[in-house]
């Protein structure tokens, strides 16, 4: 059973930044792609960033290029979300979520959120 656990939120003033874990059991990144997706209060729901089970990277938000990227470590199954200079708008639950292979916007596995709060 596929299960998803993201880590690593937390409070960061402007202009900081913070790293995202998301580890993955029941299967291994060979066979699922690992997207990252947040929901700021209010709003819906929207993707960040994704990377394939190729290692391909898709990016779904404008507002982070040259901020955020997005890695792997196939021997941890575990990718990372590392966000630099963040900023208040930032502010969201930070989710992960798997689909089969490729990047999907609407991907069936999802992890239970952590919470980053950009605030000074």
């Known amino acids: 059973q596929l299960q998803l656990v993201e880590s690593g939120g937390g409070l960061v003033q402007p202009g900081g930044s913070l790293r995202l874990s998301c580890a993955v059991s029941g299967f291994t990144l060979d066979y699922v792609a690992i997207g990252w997706f947040r929901q700021a209060p209010g709003k819906e729901r929207e993707g960040v960033l994704c990377?394939?089970?190729?290692?391909?990277?898709?990016n779904y938000a404008d507002s982070v290029k040259g901020r955020f990227t997005i890695s792997r470590d196939n021997a941890k199954n575990t990718v990372y979300l590392q966000m630099s200079s963040l900023k208040p708008e930032d502010t969201a639950v930070y989710y992960c979520a798997a689909a089969p292979y490729y990047c999907s916007d609407v991907p069936l596995h999802w992890g239970q959120g952590t919470q980053v709060t950009v605030s000074s």
């Open positions: 990377i394939s089970s190729s290692g391909d990277r898709t």
